[in-house]
């Protein structure tokens, strides 16, 4: 009988990984098997596919880019603002409408010691990201009558964290059956030689694929049979880390209703052409989001009559899809993109390494790709200093700082 040991070592032999398998005599049983197991569940040609397309640039000239048609909700007339405000208020009483919160990231450039959503902002009393967000759901509860299920996608490593945060705080006094956490999957993260990092002894080092994880972590946990058996036609998907996002908004889901729309996203100008953010297009016919970099200047300064920039709405994770869309996207494979990130790992050596700067490949794949399976979405331009206040860097852009401030003049 062959030996799940020697197939394993054969596995890493092809794919010049043999250093996994280290210290391999040190450890217990349990922990060898565990470590088999997860090796022999690694698709190192799929490893291998991305890392070495790693430096390979999105080729754009064969690409016909066009502005998509965005609807500011400034200059919604009232009869119309009206009227999607009444049937999006209706479609939230009759309990069609959850959110998802991704708050499975990893958050490293604001290194916070602990799941981004735990982060305390430092406003009088201080207040959890995830009780700001907590905070939405309870003023809608008010509004409309309704409990709104929320649920939040968690990766294994903050999984835990993440729970027992809200056990701690209570779930903020929203009805607990109503909030729950699923796990997205994830990969193993290389170094920039492309070996697999390790964290333990016994343990490769792996990290969230991604935020376009979302799809297939709904569909295996078990999410998508329930939000159908529970009659919800409507699911928005927001990111964790912006404190004004507007995630249970009416105007938005009226309009995608009345506008006869499967999805739909919320926008904000862009400071400047090459503030650094995707922003919405067309690609080829399709719904898509394209980075600054990936148009050219010319494109990216493109101003309209109005004085807009013509590639100026950003893309700020604030997602709205239909049952539908759901299901026609959710056994799609998105593409993989590669990040360069922090990683602390444990060398040849055993000894902990804490990264400084970034020495890792992290693989992820991105919700937006989802949006190239369609030929029509509403964009919704908002007001920026409204409804997007991120939380990304330890300090100066995105940072607590700019949040609380633009928190402060929200509240
Ligand atoms: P970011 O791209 O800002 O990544 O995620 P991040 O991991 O939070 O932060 P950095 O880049 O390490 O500093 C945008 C949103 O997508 C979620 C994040 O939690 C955040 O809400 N996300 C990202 C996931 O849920 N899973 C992922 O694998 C990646």
Redesign the pocket.
Known sequence: MVNKYDVVVEKLKKYNQEHILNWYNELDEYTQQTLLDKILDIDFELLNNIYRNKDKKVDMDNNVIEPINVIDSQNISSDELEKYIQVGEASIKLGEYAVVT?????????GHNGP?GTFLLDVIPPKSIFEILCDKFKIARQKYGVIIPWYI?T?NQNNNETIEFFEKNEYFGYPKEYIKFFK?GELPMVDESGKILMEEKGKFKEG????G?IFEALNRNGIINEINDKNIKWIYVG???NVLANMIDVVLLGATIVNGYDISSKSVQKNAPQEKAGVFCKKNGKVSVVNYTEISEEMANQKDSSGSLVYGDMNI?SHLFSINALNKIKDTKLEYHVDH?KADYINENGQKVIANEPNAYKF?TYMFDCLEMFSDMLVLRTKRENEFAPI?NKEGLDSPQTAKELYLKNI
């Not at 969230?208 to 935020?211: A, H, K, T």
């Open positions: 991704m708050a499975g990231g990893q958050g490293t450039r604001l981004k996608m990766s997205q969230p694929d991604g935020n994880g990111g964790v880390d994770l990130k992820e990304k």
